[in-house]
């Protein structure tokens, strides 16, 4: 049996030995469960993978535990003396300690497979729908990523074992370099510069875990790692050498020996600034995602033709730049796979690239946006207004399809919700989404003697808490009888806005109970189940959130007429048994040799179900279920037209989900792994 082989089975039965071992595991495996758990929380509705942020929960802990793992590797033999006895055997060195780094890379590999496998157990359990797509190869970069860090962290606690004598002298040396020097550099360094993260970009070890865990890997960190691994080996080899040379004649020797070390850091950091400069990054499929891409994004794709170029205009440094290229790639993917659109990427740097910045500023962009260019047609979208799925594919669709000029009329003068209100309460983001689809916000006042101009595609009454004059309900009926569309947020059940209206259309505002039903903050309900309807049939599996949502029922209305006057209730959205979605429809049996355009309201029983401050807390599809009404009331088939994009996160948990969650994630897991461990190494204690 080789002497590495010894020296690991040695260094690894050892570890399980030691109580401080189930301490260091139980307390890495709750400490990466709780910031996992958090940042779960905090990712859902975002384009990071589950994956990335399991990851990103599990890498600032890797550290300490390899410092608490090798402390005393080393610093055993030399406190107890054995190290003398050790070094008179015929083995060299590097063997010794080779195997005892690769016991230590073993015990804290199989920690961090701990972590994933109770990771994957628990989102099966408790959260399936943030796996959708993602079998356990999606996990596999990001196991990696953690392993070639890990790698770098086990020899860096291997040498400074090496040159200590006490256990925990090595681990607190460990720790200053590993953790201490880069983590608290970095944020005296943000905590100094007047710009703060924006000036720097991200911490580099966090941005390497989110760039390999999303399939983004660099021949550079990658060989960087490896280098400086190598390096610190080499160091703690010396060092274990060095125990030979004792007294003056041995001073020459070690005086050598330093310098040599220090000539191998010299020429690492070398090595590593060159493997920097001869960068090469790889883009790798992540795992067995399934959908990528919402279909109505793949849509456009498919039937748009020819070459258009996305520039993104922003600094290699910005926080922002390694996730909107990596999404930008996988769009070019996608776009290159349904034979469509052929996009071409290119990416300026503002301080580097002046003479492409000062083309980009000449057609409008500024600093922090896309430039997309078909031919002599451009659109410029600034990354403060976002950069998700949906925006980008308007901006696609704006230059590849025909303008399509449609108004969408909101109602003023009723204590309505504004569209142009930028605050947490108004519904300036919606606004925008509209407009990026080709809808022109217009605002109307029914007070006035004009009636609704012939070119309005729908009405959108948003909260109103006023009621309708009897001129003002005239004129809507009439606009109604007519064929005309109306979007009705409702605010209250029995008093203010168009409540009193809606009963002679076939809507009936109701109080519901929400009571047993799931929710976020306790004032507000989840919504996961909707109909076959046109509106909701593409969002299901997603969510939507209303706040205290009102119920509709078909009221006598909906009962009576026939042909052209009959009137269609059709649910939408329940919340249990009660329906807090619903739409009418007047005429759709008509027949069509009769070109009736029918009668369609679309009610939703919250009056803030798309205010900016609802659309930003969470993973909803709020957004999307507005967006698919306007296509349906405006007579587009809200399949293509909307949809939810199938590539942001969603765990679906609401709040005592969540909390059952982190309990068993960050609690009762790692407690019985800490007890099993712990059970382990009293059993081989009383052996001995």
Not at 538 to 561: D, H, K, N, W, Y
């Amino acid at each position: 049996m080789s002497p590495v082989r010894v020296t690991w089975n040695r260094t690894v039965g050892r570890a399980r030995s030691l109580y401080s071992t189930a301490f260091a595991v139980g307390a890495f495996l709750a400490a990466s469960a709780a910031l996992f758990a958090f940042r779960l929380d905090a990712a859902e509705g975002s384009g990071l993978s589950v994956a990335s942020v399991w990851a990103m929960g599990v890498a600032p802990f890797l550290p300490a535990l390899a410092a608490l793992l090798a402390m005393d590797v080393w610093s055993d033999e030399l406190q107890s003396g054995r190290m003398e006895l050790l070094l008179t055997v015929p083995v060299r060195e590097r063997e010794f300690t080779l195997g005892k780094f690769l016991g230590v890379f073993t015990m804290l590999m199989f920690a961090t497979f701990l972590s994933f496998a109770s990771t994957v157990v628990a989102l099966r359990i408790y959260a399936p729908s943030a796996l959708a797509g993602i079998g356990v190869l999606g996990f596999c970069p990001a196991f990696l990523a953690l392993m070639l860090q890990g790698v770098l962290w086990c020899a860096v606690s291997v040498a400074m074992s090496s040159v200590f004598r006490h256990a925990a002298a090595a681990a607190c040396a460990s720790l200053l370099l590993l953790i201490g020097i880069p983590r608290g550099g970095w944020a005296a360094l943000l905590a100094w510069a007047p710009l703060g993260r924006p000036a720097f970009g991200e911490m580099l070890l966090d941005a390497h875990v989110v760039d390999m865990s999303s399939g983004l890997f660099s021949s550079g960190i990658v060989l960087s790692y490896l280098i400086l691994s190598s390096f610190f080996l080499l160091a703690a080899t010396k060092n274990v050498a060095m125990c030979r040379l004792g007294g003056r004649g041995g001073r020459s020797l070690r005086l050598s020996t330093v310098f040599a070390i220090t000539l191998a850091g010299v020429f690492s950091g070398l090595a590593v600034e060159l493997v920097n400069r001869l960068d090469t990054k790889m883009d790798l499929p992540v795992g067995n995602v399934e959908t990528e891409f919402s279909a109505r994004t793949r849509g456009i794709l498919a039937e748009a033709h020819g070459e258009m170029t996305v520039t993104c205009f922003l600094s290699r440094k910005d926080v922002r730049f390694r996730p909107i290229g990596h999404f930008l790639r996988r769009l070019q993917r996608e776009s290159a796979s349904l034979g469509g659109l052929r996009i071409g990427l290119v990416f300026v740097d503002p301080l580097w690239d002046l003479g492409s910045a000062e083309r980009l500023v000449r057609l409008g962009a500024s600093e922090g946006s896309l430039v997309f260019e078909k031919g002599r047609r451009n659109v410029v979208l600034p990354l403060a207004d976002g950069c998700g799925e949906r925006i980008c594919a308007s901006s696609i669709q704006s230059l590849t399809m025909p303008p399509q000029r449609r108004n969408v009329y909101w109602t003023v003068g009723h204590g309505e919700t504004a569209n142009d209100d930028y605050g947490a309460f108004g519904m300036s983001d919606i606004a925008r989404d509209l407009a990026r689809e080709g809808y022109r916000n217009m605002p109307i006042d029914l007070a006035g003697d004009a009636q609704i101009p012939s070119d309005c595609a729908l009405i959108v009454v948003a909260g109103a808490k006023e009621d309708f004059s009897r001129a003002e309900a005239g004129r809507i009926d009439s606009y109604l009888r007519a064929g005309g569309r109306m979007l009705v947020l409702l605010a209250a059940a029995d008093s203010g806005g168009v409540a009193s209206l809606l009963p002679g259309w076939g809507l009936r505002p109701s109080q519901v109970s929400t009571a047993g039903a799931k929710t976020l903050s306790s004032t507000d309900v989840i919504v996961g189940e909707f109909s076959e309807h046109a509106i909701s049939k593409p969002l299901q599996g997603s969510r939507i959130v209303l706040e205290r949502p009102i119920g509709f029922m078909p009221s006598a209305a909906a009962e009576t007429g026939g042909g052209a006057d009959r009137i269609e209730f059709t649910p939408l959205a329940k919340a249990g048994t009660a329906v807090v979605a619903a739409t009418v429809e007047r005429g759709a049996g008509a027949g069509a040799d009769l070109s009736i355009r029918p009668m369609r309201i679309v009610a939703i029983g919250d009056a803030g179900f798309a205010m900016n401050g609802q659309l930003a807390a969470r993973a909803n599809a709020n957004r999307d279920f507005f967006l698919n009404c306007v296509a349906y009331l405006s007579g587009t088939d809200a399949s293509v037209a909307s949809g939810a994009g199938a590539n942001a996160l969603s765990t679906g948990l609401d709040r005592a989900g969540r909390v059952r969650f982190a309990v068993i994630l960050a609690g009762a897991v790692p407690s019985g792994v800490f007890l099993f461990l712990l059970a382990v190494a009293a059993r081989r204690r009383f052996r001995r």
